[in-house]
């Protein structure tokens, strides 16, 4: 975003700004009042993951800092510096935030609003806060405004945040402190123009035309006789415009990070063995060549033992190859006179702008005897109706010269040049993977495996959003009622593409002081079921039973019963 223009979310939320100003100088209806609460919802929510992600920078800083902190620690603690100074704005207009709809309700209500609404739709009055901005807590002074009712209300916003007649406004120590971090982050910018532009567009606080083309200062335009929604919606924005700012300024301060490294930072020694698996009598055959290239200049590649100097430097002891580079990469080649593994390695010397840099390598291959070999990628054990992959080979040949046949399903080439197959057994018992290759024009076979053949494993039942809390699953009910049904988890099963759905099962639960149970077909929770769920009182237990599910991915497969589920509200 530091090089470009403005982003497509920052061109949306200016529109909705700009609609939103228009339509409040209207009287505007009860639905559109209602509305622009949802789009404050919606610019939070945004704001929200938005901060997330800038937490993802600043860990990235902490990381590169932690590998080099001469060259990343200035840029981090310029980065942090930033994230302070985003903080305490993004705070100062969350306290006008919650003090305007303190005045405006008489209370506050904080947090998801899912959570704050009962099972008719309610607003729970227990959850009404009162308390004065300073005497929240951190977790509180950060949660989300769950509900304003006094919407259409023109005067609070007025009172608390701007009156003429006032020589100090909140409004003004707002935009006091807004173009105090404007032209802190304007500084770091510095000639990054594109940057710049977006900072200036983003963070406008000119005075505003008001009506009949009259320029009215800024805190008037924005919160005199402004409804307490459109004063809500419009600080949001504010909050959004400081986190925008904030991920643009610090992410080119990353990048500036990568602007000035030294070539070669991240350069390692690499050899790439055409096969680790060698015939006697055949010859080990590898490319070594270092990761950042430099087309300038070939590296000198050495294979032997090699003793460390400290400090980064090695150098060649005892006798050693040196080894002829093209293009950049060793071509290295060593017959193989003896069975075993074998362990191998050297350095690539290489000049660099700091000087000559030198880089270890090692590898090992494994010299045998010719032998047929079929590796499967879990066990010696295919599941039936399952893909099974397997990786065979049959040392001599290439793998487009092997072919695999089982007597048990079918089995398929997924790379056939790399060696990889899936096997898929139709039945249970046991499955015998033969390889084949062409030897002199002819199909021989070079070997076979036996595998047993089971069942994929029964998954558990579960439901979404539950907690595992000490051995005991619980579960807040409204979240039990938003899940909205029961899955099937497969956990600890190493393929891909198995599926299970549940095909019925029985809730029981107390309802209405009563042990009630229902019984449903498919997944889905029936509407007795939701009234169970939300008439349980905290602390108890509903419990689901004669749970059966089936596999969704493969045909002929039996219906399996599943283990009960007992789940706590909490």
Request: hydrophobic share 40%.
């Amino acid at each position: 975003m530091a090089g470009g223009n403005v982003s497509p979310r920052q061109k949306m939320i200016n529109m909705m700004y700009l609609v939103l100003t228009a339509l409040l100088a209207l009287n505007v209806s009860k639905e559109v009042l209602n509305s622009f609460f949802e789009v404050n919802l919606g610019i939070e929510r945004s704001t929200t993951n938005f901060n997330a992600k800038n937490g993802d920078t600043y860990a990235a800083f902490d990381a590169a800092a932690e590998l080099n902190k001469i060259k990343a620690g200035p840029f981090r603690d310029q980065a942090y510096e930033v994230k302070t100074k985003a903080d305490a704005l993004v705070e100062f207009i969350q306290e006008m935030k919650y003090n305007l709809v303190l005045k405006a309700d008489k209370h506050v209500y904080l947090g998801n609003q899912n959570e704050l609404i009962d099972a008719d739709g309610d607003l729970i009055e227990e959850k009404a806060i009162e308390l004065p901005w300073e005497e929240l807590t951190s977790l509180q002074k950060k949660m989300t405004i769950g509900n304003l009712s006094v919407k259409d209300d023109r005067h609070t916003s007025g009172v608390l945040f701007y009156d003429n007649k006032r020589k100090e406004n909140v409004a003004t120590q707002l935009k006091e402190n807004f173009l105090i971090y404007k032209d802190f982050i304007l500084a770091i910018a510095g000639s990054n123009e594109a940057l710049v532009s977006t900072i200036n567009e983003t963070c406008n606080l000119d005075d505003k035309k008001g009506k009949g083309g009259k320029k009215q200062k800024w805190e008037m335009y924005n919160f005199y006789d402004m409804p307490a929604v459109g004063a809500l919606t419009l600080l949001s924005k504010m909050q959004s415009d400081v986190r925008n700012t904030e991920a643009d300024i610090i992410n080119m301060l990353r990048e500036n990070i990568d602007a000035g490294s030294l070539k070669f930072t991240s350069a390692e020694g690499i050899q790439i063995p055409n096969s680790n698996f060698v015939l006697k009598g055949d010859s080990f055959r590898a490319q070594i060549f270092i990761a950042a290239k430099d087309t300038t200049q070939d590296p000198m590649i050495y294979v032997g033992e090699y003793d460390s100097l400290g400090g980064g430097k090695y150098e060649m002891i005892g006798d050693y190859e040196t080894v002829k580079v093209v293009n950049g990469k060793g071509m290295f080649a060593k017959r193989a006179t003896s069975e075993g593994n074998q362990k191998w390695g050297g350095l690539i010397s290489m000049k660099t702008s700091s000087g000559t840099k030198t880089y270890p390598f090692r590898g090992q291959y494994l010299v045998a005897a010719k032998t047929a070999v079929v590796s499967p990628t879990n066990m010696n054990i295919l599941y039936l109706e399952v893909d099974n992959p397997l990786k065979i080979s049959v040392p001599g040949y290439t793998a487009g010269e092997i072919s695999a046949v089982i007597n048990n399903g079918k089995v398929s080439a997924v790379k056939k040049s790399l060696g990889e197959y899936s096997a898929r057994p139709s039945k249970k018992g046991k499955a015998m993977v033969s390889l084949f290759a062409e030897v002199d024009g002819k199909r021989t076979k070079m070997g076979q495996m036996e595998f047993r053949v089971k069942e994929v494993p029964p998954p558990k039942a579960k439901v979404q959003f539950a907690l595992d809390v000490n051995g005991t699953t619980v579960i807040d009910k409204m979240k039990m009622v938003n899940a909205g049904g029961l899955g099937a988890e497969l956990k600890d099963f190493d393929f891909k593409g198995v599926r299970y759905v549940i095909t019925s099962y029985r809730l029981s639960g107390v309802y209405k002081g009563e042990q009630m149970k229902e019984d449903a077909k498919g997944p889905k929770f029936t509407s007795k079921m939701i009234n169970i769920i939300k008439n349980t009182k905290a602390g108890n237990a509903i419990t689901i039973s004669n749970i059966k599910a089936k596999r969704v991915d493969a045909k002929n497969t039996a219906v399996r019963p599943l283990d009960p589920l007992v789940i706590e509200i909490k």
